[in-house]
């Protein structure tokens, strides 16, 4: 069964994760009109991405322009590729502004 209601769309995208004044560059893997999968390097605690919990995104797109996205984690834990480990998160978009939706209709669907 699945679980996803739109389709993903592979991407290589910078990202700024924004808490109060603190900011942490993120890159994100893929998205879609209302997720986007993150990955960050590892923190000292992945517990500040448990589910539920409320992330700003200030998402630069392929133009230079930056979007900033409201987002809420769906999962996270972390992952060890073959040459570094990594935090991956994913993440639902809270209310995708206007500028974002038109961004992702120019990408070509390529995950399903």
């Given at each position: 069964m699945d679980r996803r209601k739109a389709?993903?769309?592979?991407v290589s995208l910078k990202a700024e994760r924004i808490s109060g004044n603190d900011k942490q560059s993120v890159f994100i893997e893929d998205i879609s009109?209302?997720?986007i999968h993150m990955i960050t390097s590892p923190s000292a605690s992945i517990k500040k991405y448990s589910p539920g919990s409320e992330i700003d995104l200030d998402l630069e797109l392929t133009s230079g322009i930056k979007i900033l996205l409201r987002c809420v984690t769906r999962w996270a834990y972390r992952m060890v590729p073959p040459d570094s480990e990594v935090d991956s998160i994913g993440l639902e978009i809270l209310h995708p502004p206007a500028d974002y939706i038109k961004f992702i209709k120019t990408i070509p669907h390529s995950l399903s």
């Open positions: 389709k993903r769309m592979s009109e209302r997720g």
